[in-house]
């Protein structure tokens, strides 16, 4: 079986390697897989690894390309960009409050349940003490573009007048900031996802109001 609950047969073995490597790096932390303990895990040797990957890093890269397809073709499935704040722009402000918190409900659980976010989200947790290059790209994962696209996307609509700040960035933060905390917590007490949904849902609501969106 897959992570994703399916099976080898649907799965060719380039993506079988990611799937089984970051299952790995996610497990034991980065730094302590090595290229022959995923070729063993996938059930192949090292050297056919090799005709896929030429490294470990490259592995490692091919995970996050992957990562970011499946966001890509979840943001479509639910009408919006994800990554072109202009383009989402557009679709925010003729969004009204309730289906601004469906979207949220629907990215919050995306980023909680997908195999491949879930699992890639705990190996940068567990090795962001240990490898200062993985420190960097979980900053730059769940802080700098998080706070990039956002900070664009809500700086348009100030600039619309849907928003009233003074200070975007602030702003910003404001938005961002709780959301990854309740990202977090339920990484550590899965049993507590309602209780964040519904303060995700206040969260949001309060947002609203404070900011003054006016549709």
């Given at each position: ?114 195999s ?24 730059q ?29 602030i ?24 209780e ?20």
């Open positions: 079986m897959t992570k994703d609950g399916g099976t080898w047969e649907f799965m060719d073995t380039k993506h079988r390697i990611l799937d089984e490597a970051l299952t790995l790096f996610s497990e034991k932390g980065y730094a302590n897989v090595y290229v022959s303990d995923i070729a063993e895990r996938v059930g192949i040797k090292a050297p056919s690894l090799y005709k896929h990957y030429r490294n470990k890093r490259a592995i490692f890269d091919a995970i996050i390309d992957e990562m970011n397809h499946r966001f890509e073709q979840q943001a479509q499935a639910l009408s919006i960009s994800g990554t072109d704040p202009t383009a989402d722009a557009e679709v925010y402000k003729n969004m009204d409050e309730e289906h601004l918190i469906k979207l949220g409900n629907d990215l919050f659980r995306y980023y909680l349940h997908d491949y976010t879930k699992r890639f989200r705990k190996m940068l947790t567990l090795e962001q003490f240990q490898d200062q290059e993985l420190a960097r790209v979980y900053s994962q769940y802080f700098d573009m998080p706070l990039s696209y956002q900070g664009m996307l809500l700086g348009l609509m100030v600039s619309q007048g849907l928003l009233v700040t003074g200070n975007v960035p702003m910003t933060l404001q938005f961002y900031a709780p959301i990854y905390m309740l990202l977090t917590v339920c990484d550590r007490e899965p049993s507590r996802e309602q964040t949904m519904e303060l995700l849902e206040g969260h949001i609501r309060q947002f609203d109001q404070l900011y003054g969106r006016n549709f």
